[in-house]
């Protein structure tokens, strides 16, 4: 034994040398060699030839088998949302096949989805004692006592393996047991004191075939402890086309084993699986008869049936019925031999329903039980807690709504809430008003009406306070200065949900339509409708139900209440009567709305009155006008009705000693509006002029190129702009002239006075746009070349001057300049207009030039004070 020890230690010599270099280069053999040493010779070994023995050995447990990682050899089918834990998305053949079969999908197929990701057979799966032995299969053999190695045999193709120092045995067709106690006999035999302990290594792989209709047919290599179930697995399941009940194991050519995985997915069984062998064919068949069953049961689907199928073996297959089912109705669709769809009616709780036959193609629906149709009343609305909750005789609104706080959203209208009642004989509606705050907290008092059976209490959003809560959520320093209170109503506002938080959802039009609808609906010729109208200065005006109680104080309360500019002098009431012709006309009548609201009037509502309350006649109407710059008394004063600008600015002290009243800026805001739509109809015009430009296309010299962009230059201008609404007037004459026409003033007029300039302007097309300090006895041309003369896009024959006080005149035309050597004032603007003649726009153009630099000029004039 020495001696062999001895031997094989010199021939590691060889073995080890390779190991300075890399440990990749040993055989397996070689490697079985080394690891069958004793652990200090191999110690000893590796620190004389300075090898790694974790380099050798590779990573490894206390027995040297190494880890191994598993491998998926299946991933699941790809989708949007399956990374957040939510189920997987259907392909559109799985929604296509829904929508045919009204949503259903066939039961069990989500079981085997997949798609394969890797050929390597699965191997990690306990090897049972009748295992038969063959080809490709591994025995490893650990022997321990007077002598410990490990041996790595593998079954050879004429089924034997190779036992060191015996020679070679036959197991093939042996069973793993039967193998493991012949070494184990050989071993003890023939090395005493040494006992063997045997285990299966690899195991040999076989091909089988997966055809028919899987999601994935083709071969298929798996270990040779695989079943029919497994290959299924590692094909990716099966179609939705193929059968679930009739699946074929053929081998040889012939059928030897069926699987109905049925078993499976209802009952967990697995008796009916079979071991498969190299060669052997899985094929998968069209599906059969299928039915659907959906309502209420626990797995509404598709089923498939095999064989004869009764009503109750289908409710089985489903799962059972729900709690909520009402089995004395379920239904059956179904095809008849004309092809015509027909509907059928069984009874699951006798025994002729339930043995009654279903076939392909059958449709069966499960009803549930009806709602609750007595002892109860219903909460809509603004409240914490909606529903339908029990109702007890004598109960009253405050054995609900016990706490306006707690029980009420937020956003609730604590003042106004609505029953709408139901009579138990005729079944017709009516709505009563109810003062809410009232009737908590005087509890049984006449405000705490008793509530009847099937009651629904109708809580209604206050919209102003809504608004109210939204403005104090985004801007917490309104409604209080400590951070705590700041905190506290973030943190409501982030905890409040959308429904919460949306008063329109609960609002008296979203509540209070259905019920409108309802009692138009129920009207007869001896029933009117019991809806009207309310319109003017109420917070929710609109059709509202008739109050059961005709008053015209609960009506307007239904409506939200009056607003502070009503007329409580009269409100008008239109209705519709009958003359003795049977014709409707419109009788109007006067409601004395003060009398009304003390509860004194004695006019009583009735169907389809439109009740109209007056408004206060120009109430809350403020007319302002604005005085900046050279005013003794700057501000925003309010002025009458029919006040004149000389007025207000008597009241305003005058003017002070550096005003320069030439050059005021009266400004008006319907004229800013009519400057706003001139620049918009410019701004259309200029776009289609560009277009028009810019498909000429291009002609000699670039001069197309050249007109595109001074059109562009123009339509800048334009869109810059913003529109001023000066108005011309001659504010000394104002002030002074009794003859002057007066200027009746409009609500949100501005005037600004201006100091005393020193300066003449000069704008477009010069050389240089700029002020000049204003000089007496220099001309208009004194000014042009000043700043460098017109450039050549300029049109020297159409020079134009603003004035100070906003008016342009034509020094070419103008008798009053005497030509272009007439000279200017302080604040004067002189202007030098494009040359449009060349662009074939002259007068749409020139008319836009004109526009911008007044307006520009204007807004400059506010600007400089």
Known sequence: MNLKRLLLSLSLVSLLAPLCVSAQSISAAQMQQFKSLPKAQQEALARQYGVDLDQVQGPSGSNGSTVRQAISVVEPLQSDNTENGGDRKPTKEEQAFAEKNNGLQPFGYELFEGKPSTFAPITEVPVPTNYTLGPGDELKVQLWGQDNRQWSLTVSRDGTIDIPEHGPINVAGLSFQQARDEISRLVSEQYIGVKAVVSLGELRSVRVFVLGEARTPGSFSVSSLSTIITALYVSGGIRHTGSLRNIQLKRNGKVVHTLDLYELLLKGDTSGDARLQAGDAIFIPAVGPRVGIDGEVYRPALYELDGATSLQDLVNLAGGLTA??????????????????????????????????????????????????????????????????????????????????????????????????????TQQISVLSLQLKNAVSN?????????????????????????????????????NGSDVARNRSGELARNRTDEQTDPQRFSRDALFNPVVKLLKAQATPQAPQQT????????????????????????????????????????????????????????????????????????ALQSRDRLMVKSIPLFGATHTISLEGEVVYPGEYTFSDGETLSAVLQRAGGLTNNAFPRGSVFTREK????????????????????????????????????????????????????????????????????????????????????????????????????????????????????????TRQADENRVYVVKADGSVMLPEKSAWFGGRSQQLHPGDTVIMPIDVDRLNQLELWTNVSQVVYQMALGAAAVGNL
Request: glycine share 10%.
């Open 324 to 425: 909520q089912a009402y089995p004395q109705i379920t239904r059956i669709e179904r095809t008849n031999p004309e092809f015509l769809r027909i509907i059928a009616e069984a009874d699951l709780t006798k025994a002729t329903g339930k043995q009654a036959r279903v076939k392909a193609g059958d449709r069966v629906s499960v009803a549930s039980i009806a709602n609750v149709t007595g002892q109860y009343i219903e909460i809509s609305g603004a409240a914490t807690r909606t529903g339908k909750f029990a109702w007890v005789p004598g109960m009253r609104v405050s054995s609900v709504i016990r706490n306006l706080d707690a029980d009420l959203l937020p956003m609730a209208d604590i003042n106004f809430a609505a029953i709408v009642r139901t009579n138990p004989d």
């Open 532 to 603: 009207m109208i309310i319109s003017g200065p109420v917070r929710y005006p609109g059709e509202y139900p008739l109050p059961a109680t005709g008053k015209v104080k609960d009506a307007i309360v239904m409506a939200g209440g009056l607003k502070d500019s009503a007329l409580m002098l009269g409100a008008e009431l239109a209705r519709r009567i009958l003359n003795a012709d049977g014709v409707e006309q419109t009788r109007l009548q006067t409601v004395d709305l003060a009398d009304a609201m003390n509860g004194q009037g004695n006019v």
């Open 671 to 790: 004229l800013r509006q009519l400057e706003a739509q001139r620049l918009r109809e410019a701004e259309q015009r200029l776009q289609g002029d560009l277009l028009g430009v810019q498909l000429e296309g291009d002609s000699f010299g670039g001069q197309n190129a050249q007109r595109v962009d001074e059109v562009k230059g123009l339509l800048d201008d334009v869109q810059s702009s913003r529109p001023v609404g000066r108005m011309v007037i001659d504010l000394q004459a104002v002030l002074s002239n009794s003859d002057y026409q007066s200027i009746r003033l409009q609500d949100g007029d501005s005037l600004t006075v201006p100091t005393i300039p020193q300066a003449v302007s000069v704008f477009g097309e010069v050389q240089f746009p700029t002020s000049h300090l204003h000089l007496a006895g220099l001309t208009v041309d004194d000014y042009l070349e000043r700043s460098g003369g017109p």
């Open 443 to 479: 509890l049984g008092g006449p405000a705490d009406l008793v509530m009847h059976e099937k009651d629904q209490l109708l809580l209604f959003a206050d919209e102003s306070k809504g608004d109210f809560e939204q403005s104090f959520l985004e801007k917490p320093e309104m409604g």
